[in-house]
């Protein structure tokens, strides 16, 4: 499985970008989906999870009210929206996969990674 995130680039501070992260030939429906990003020099840390069905998601402290998580099964793609970006939300943002159940922000929980992309936010 091989999972395509995209999106990313250069953003001023309180701007918007829309990361996105896809795969071909294997279905990502019933698969629990999560972002993470990893800054330099720091550890992977997770952003928002959404489950399956796209009922429940979850979202770190830092995230919450300004970043959205968004699954489009047509398209077999998860969406990260990310508004009113921060200088300190820099970094490479990884889309992951795993079955279904197990807790969202647990990054053992996933199973199959993108090879990320990075988002700048600077003036």
């Known amino acids: 499985v091989q999972l395509q995130a995209s999106g990313g680039g250069l953003v001023q501070p309180g701007g918007s970008l829309r990361l996105s992260c896809a795969t071909t030939?294997?279905?990502?429906?019933?698969?629990?989906m999560g972002w993470f990003r990893q800054a330099p020099g720091k550890e992977r840390e997770f952003v928002a999870g959404?489950?399956?069905?796209?009922?429940?998601?979850t979202y770190a402290d830092f995230v919450k009210g300004r970043f959205t998580i968004s699954r489009e099964y047509a398209k077999n793609t998860v969406y990260l929206q990310m508004n009113s970006l921060k200088p300190e939300d820099t970094a490479v943002y990884y889309c992951a996969a795993g079955p279904s159940g197990g807790a969202l922000a647990r990054r053992a929980n996933y199973d199959y990674w993108g090879q990320g992309t990075l988002v700048t936010v600077s003036s």
């Open positions: 959404v489950n399956w069905s796209g009922v429940s998601t």
């Open positions: 030939g294997f279905s990502l429906d019933y698969y629990a």
